[in-house]
């Protein structure tokens, strides 16, 4: 027999050996991605200063394992955190794009111009033409 084949019978469960095969590279690769979200929330975590994310870098290069687990344990809060309030400045970023590329509000002369139309159409009354253009100058 070539030494191909041995080397495939030497175990009884060829289909067991490729599940642990792909086991291990699904944890390998899930603790990669772990390793370098802790490292990227060192960088961006505004309350630790230059020497402290030094020395969580150095924990995490040596001590990779227990570094993780400690960093998560110790500042997993404050990582959830972080984490939200960049989505909300995110979107908040994204609408306020979003208002100025659709040309959303315009000028207040041009709110005034829409206003006294809908009052000459008759759709407004001289009191709630007044009232709109009150708050319309209050907030400009």
Do not use: C, H
């Amino acid at each position: 027999m070539s030494s191909a084949v041995l080397a495939s019978s030497n175990s009884g469960y060829p289909l067991l050996d490729a599940f642990w095969t792909m086991l291990w590279l699904f944890l390998w690769i899930i603790w990669i991605f772990i390793l370098f979200r802790v490292l990227i929330d060192v960088f961006r975590s505004d309350d630790m200063g230059g020497w402290a994310k030094a020395l969580w870098v150095i924990f995490l290069i040596i001590l990779p394992f227990l570094g993780v687990l400690v960093y998560l344990i110790v500042r997993g809060s404050s990582m959830q955190k972080r984490d939200v309030a960049q989505a909300k400045a995110n979107d908040a970023a994204m609408r306020s794009y979003i208002q100025d590329a659709a040309g959303g509000g315009g000028s207040t002369a041009e709110e005034l111009t829409k206003l006294a139309d809908l009052r000459d159409k008759g759709v407004l009354s001289a009191e709630e033409f007044e009232a709109q253009k009150a708050k319309l100058l209050a907030t400009s």
